[in-house]
């Protein structure tokens, strides 16, 4: 039976609860270093050469639902009542926002090192040291809005805008497409050298720290973010129900800058062999509340 994914301002005490507790103890397990690993592993950008299937291409959506899924069939192992929150950044702006209480994800990092030193994920409490891409320190790192170049979450309009997008990618396929849902909600900046992010890899920016980079999973946040990416493309689907759900229609030919370098929906997707269009419909899987 499909679960259900709940906003996270609307988890009860007890839930926030039992989240956090099969959080930390997949940490204990050593599997949720697992899942950063594996995120590690499938960063490559543009600038890599190869294949891409998670960042930077049409694969970015379905790659991530189905991480989102065995990361919630891991969590389910251990507490089969607990789904992925999702965070709707577009309502929840706030530092200050309950999503980052003491009982749910801990608050904003030091200022002087990032460090977060509030709630469950706290290096001090003793149940979250960082294993994979430690840069500063073994410790969660935040630093909300970026102070020394200030950035704010995306708004509902900016949204709104790639929800509005007809079609679901565009050629080149990559991060420079101009149009198209997906790198419109990936956010990569159009013009090369803007300076700006946009949707996802701003709310990446915006919380800083671990969520910068190929660690970003390092931070538990990094799940209730993509949870909502996922519900967004969700929603697109159901506003433009006679666009193709998935382009490219056919992998890239020979002679085709992005040959041998993006899936198309009959390719499977590593590490799971899972192919692309088992993941276009999420329905009889869960559902968003
Ligand atoms: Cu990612
Ligand atoms: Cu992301």
């Known amino acids: 039976m499909a679960h259900t994914r709940q906003n996270q301002?609307?988890?009860?005490?007890?839930?926030?609860?039992?989240?956090?507790d099969?959080?930390?103890a997949l940490k204990r397990q050593g599997r949720y270093d697992e899942f950063v690993r594996t995120h590690i592993d499938f960063y490559q950008g543009d600038g890599d050469g190869g294949l891409r299937v998670a960042h930077m291409t049409p694969s970015f959506f379905p790659w991530h639902r189905k991480f989102l899924l065995e990361f919630e069939r891991a969590l389910q192992r251990i507490d089969a009542g607990v789904s992925v929150p999702y965070w709707d950044w577009t309502a929840d702006r706030s530092p200050t926002s309950s999503l980052w209480g003491e009982d749910f994800l801990g608050g904003n990092g030091h200022s002087s090192d990032r460090r977060v030193t509030t709630g469950p994920f706290a290096r001090g409490g003793g149940h979250w040291t960082i294993t994979e891409a430690v840069t500063d320190g073994d410790f969660l790192m935040r630093e909300f809005g970026r102070p020394r170049q200030p950035v704010s979450l995306p708004s509902a309009a900016q949204l709104a805008g790639a929800l509005g997008e007809s079609r679901y990618d565009a050629e080149p396929w990559n991060s420079t497409a101009s149009s198209g849902l997906r790198n419109k909600l990936e956010g990569w900046p159009v013009r090369r050298g803007d300076g700006t992010w946009f949707n996802h890899n701003l709310v990446h920016r915006w919380v800083g720290g671990h969520m910068l980079g190929a660690g970003s999973v390092n931070d538990p946040v990094f799940w209730l973010h993509h949870s909502f990416v996922?519900?967004?493309?969700?929603r697109w689907r159901a506003k433009h129900p006679k666009a193709d759900p998935y382009l490219p229609l056919r992998r890239p030919g020979l002679g085709d800058s992005q040959h041998g370098r993006v899936l198309a929906a009959g390719d499977v997707m590593p590490p799971w062999n899972t192919p692309v269009r088992d993941m276009l419909?999420?329905?009889t899987l869960y559902r968003y509340a």
Do not use: G, I, N
Request: with cysteine; proline share 0%.
């Open 9 to 20: 301002r609307s988890l009860t005490k007890a839930q926030k609860r039992r989240f956090v």
């Open 281 to 283: 419909d999420h329905s």
């Open 230 to 234: 996922d519900l967004c493309w969700s």
């Open 22 to 24: 099969a959080v930390l």
